[in-house]
C-alpha cells in the first residue's frame, strides 16, 4: 500500500507576489509503506517556489483551484500547424520585436539563462523539441516587456529598496541572521548559475507583476447569488472524500494467504491472525490495524478491494509489492459537504481568483495584440496573441493575498 504524502503550504500574505507552483494540501496520515513525493527542480527553484506563493482554497484536492505562474514559458506546447502570419522582415540577429524594441538572439539566450537559473528551465534534446522550445521562451519574454510597459504606463516602480527587503526576510528565514547566512545564500546562487541581481530583478519583476494584476481587477466583485449558486453545483467537490477503518494481514505467498483466510473462516479472531500470521512488524502486534485511510492512500487494486467491501467483512487475498494482503473493513466513514456558512468566505475568495484571472487574461491578451509583436519566423509562436494555461503573466495575487515569505508594502 501506497500513499503520496503531500506538503503543507503557507498562508500567503499581502502585497507581495505569488508567482510559482502550488502545492495540493490533504493532511491525511501515511500508512506504512508511503512515500514522500520528492522535490522536483534545482534548489533555486525550490525556494524561488516558497517566496512566489500559493493559494490555497475550498474543498477536495479535485475541487481546489491550483493557480500557478511562472514568468519563464509552458514547456510542452504541442507541436503543429502554425496559425497563418505574415513574413517578418527582421534584422538576422533580432528574434522579435515588440513596442519598437528589437529583442536579439543574445538577449533571449540570456533570458533563457536565467529562467534556467531561478527555475530549473533547460532546454530540450532534439531539433524539433528545441525549436518550440526556442519559440515558447521568445513569446514569454515578449509577454514579460509588454507587461513591464503597461506596468510603466500605469506609473508602477518596484524600488530597489523594496526587492532587498523581500530577499533580506528570505534569507533570515532560510539561511539564517547575518553574514552567515547571507554567505550560505550565496554559495547556492554561485552553484545554481545566477547572481543576486538577477534574483532581485525577478523579485522585482514579480512584484511589479501582482501590483499590475491588483489594478486591472481592482473593480472585480462575486455576489451573494454567485457564491450560493457556486456552492450548490460544486457541492461534490467540497465534500470529503469517503474514509475506511481498515486491518490487514500481509504474507509472503498465496498459499499462505490461503491458510490465513481459512483460519478466519473458522472463527479465529482477525487479531489473533495477524499476530500469529503478518509479515508487517508494524502492524502485526496492532491486530494489523492499519488506521482510518482514503482510497488515493492505497494502492490501485488494493483500494478496489478494500473500498468495496462492506462493512465487519473480510476481503482478499490482494497481490501488492509487500506481498499477499488480506485485508477487514472495520468502519465506513462518508464524508459530508461542509456547511455552506463555513466554507463561504473561501467560496467567495476563489470565485473572486477566478473571475480576476478570466479579466486579467482579457485584458492582457487585448494588450499584447494592440502591440503588434512581430516575430522572426524562426521564433514565431502558435496563437501568439493567446495566453498559455499557466504560462507568462499570470499572477495569482489579488488584494489580500500575497506571498508566503512575508508582508510588506
Excluded: C
Excluded at 60 to 66: V, W
Excluded at 246 to 275: C, M, Y
Aim: charged share 25%.
Amino acid at each position: 500500500m501506497d500513499e503520496p504524502n503531500e506538503a503543507d503550504g503557507a498562508e500567503p500574505r499581502d502585497s507581495d507576489v505569488a508567482a510559482v507552483a502550488v502545492e495540493d494540501t490533504d493532511g491525511h496520515s501515511t500508512p506504512e509503506g508511503g512515500a514522500a513525493k520528492p522535490a522536483t527542480g534545482s534548489p533555486i527553484a525550490r525556494w524561488v517556489r516558497r517566496i512566489a506563493g500559493t493559494v490555497r482554497l475550498p474543498g477536495s484536492r479535485k475541487g481546489r483551484i491550483i493557480l500557478a505562474i511562472v514568468v519563464a514559458l509552458v514547456l510542452g506546447s504541442s507541436a503543429g500547424a502554425y496559425a497563418w502570419h505574415r513574413s517578418t522582415q527582421l534584422p538576422e540577429d533580432v528574434a522579435f520585436q515588440v513596442a519598437g524594441r528589437d529583442v536579439t538572439e543574445n538577449e533571449l539566450g540570456e533570458y533563457g539563462e536565467t529562467m534556467r537559473a531561478l527555475y530549473g528551465v533547460n532546454a530540450p534534446t532534439g531539433t524539433a523539441k528545441l525549436s518550440d522550445f526556442s519559440r515558447d521562451l521568445a513569446k514569454a519574454y515578449a509577454f514579460n516587456i509588454v507587461v513591464e510597459n503597461e506596468a510603466q504606463r500605469h506609473d508602477i516602480v518596484i524600488s530597489d529598496k523594496t526587492a532587498q527587503d523581500v530577499l533580506g526576510r528570505y534569507i533570515r528565514d532560510q539561511f539564517g541572521e547575518g553574514q552567515a547566512g547571507r554567505d550560505k545564500f550565496i554559495r547556492l546562487l554561485g552553484a545554481t548559475g545566477t547572481n543576486e541581481q538577477a534574483v532581485l530583478d525577478e523579485i522585482k519583476r514579480q512584484l511589479l507583476l501582482g501590483k499590475l494584476f491588483n489594478k486591472v481587477t481592482a473593480d472585480v466583485r462575486v455576489s451573494e447569488p454567485e457564491v450560493r449558486t457556486a456552492y450548490d453545483e460544486r457541492k461534490s467537490e467540497f465534500t470529503p472524500p469517503e474514509e475506511r477503518a481498515l486491518r490487514n494481514i500481509v504474507v509472503a505467498e498465496r498459499a499462505q494467504a490461503d491458510a490465513v483466510i481459512r483460519k478466519l473462516s473458522r472463527g479465529v479472531p482477525f487479531a489473533t491472525v495477524a499476530a500469529e500470521d503478518s509479515i508487517d512488524a508494524s502492524t502485526r502486534n496492532k491486530g494489523g490495524d492499519l488506521g482510518t485511510v482514503t482510497a488515493d492512500q492505497l494502492e490501485k487494486d488494493y483500494a478496489v478491494a478494500a473500498f468495496g467491501a462492506s462493512e465487519g467483512e473480510v476481503f482478499g487475498p490482494i497481490k501488492t509489492r509487500h506481498g499477499w494482503n488480506i485485508g477487514k473493513v472495520d468502519g465506513i466513514h462518508r464524508g459530508d459537504p461542509p456547511a455552506y456558512a463555513a466554507i463561504h468566505d473561501r467560496l467567495k475568495q476563489a470565485l473572486g481568483l477566478e473571475q480576476a484571472v478570466t479579466t486579467w487574461r482579457t485584458w492582457l491578451e487585448d494588450r499584447v495584440r494592440d502591440a503588434d509583436i512581430e516575430y522572426a519566423d524562426r521564433y514565431h509562436p502558435p496563437d501568439p496573441n493567446t495566453l498559455p494555461e499557466g504560462g507568462p503573466g499570470m499572477p495569482a495575487v489579488t488584494s489580500g493575498v500575497g506571498a508566503p515569505w512575508g508582508g510588506g508594502n
